[in-house]
């Protein structure tokens, strides 16, 4: 329909007294054609936003399609990197990837419902990046998480995260201290590996990947092929999640 108004619009300037061609009109010819494309832009200025709308779609269009080549070119280092954490359903027909931050709101926010959308759908396989963008105490965060479940494994990386991510205090060392005590964990050995090469390695590797898929903000997921950027609720994963399996 927006095309069509405004090939329309455009249409009504196209007067018989003007040169099909711009290169060809006169200066007067080309005088008239401007004054009558301004006044009809007063007379009708939602043309404007109307071709403002066509080329944010058009831009969008593009944008998804290079985020699916990007998915495609980075599929082993999104989907099977060796190091990041995989819960839900391992076996699950569709793969959703998480960056994410515990100081970011909005992960804060997406945690819940992401957590819904695998318990209620059951056959969804999840896989968590480590992203911290905001600051130090993000960066300080994230290497605690990495360093229990390299030491402790997988069940108690998903314990801390979901804890971290319901954390609203400042992030600092005593406080990680208090929290890696709340669930038994070997806080002496935690903290060594916090500062390991092992640790920075992981970290490191994915803000290269994720600079790699151009992302600038947490959360961003890939759902299957599709990069989704930013936070989405429950009911829209979902369509998306139904989407992919067609």
Known sequence: MKKLLLSTAFATLALPALAADLKEMTDEERAQFRAEVRAYLFENPEVIMEAVDILREREAEQQARADIDLVTQYADQIFNDGYSYVGGNPDGDITLVEFLDYRCGYCKRAHGEVAELLETDGNIRLIVKELPILGDASVLASRFAVAVKQVAGDDSYKAVGDALMSFNGEITMPALRRLGATF??????????????????????????????????????????????????????????DEKRG
Do not use: K, N, W
């Open 184 to 241: 038994g964990l070997d806080m002496d050995a935690v903290e060594v590996r916090m500062g390991s090469e092992d640790v920075t390695a992981e970290i490191a590797a994915t803000r290269q990947l994720a600079a790699a898929l151009a992302i600038s903000g947490t959360p961003t997921f890939v759902m299957h092929d599709e990069l989704l950027r930013g936070y989405l609720p429950l009911d829209q994963m979902q369509l998306i999640v």
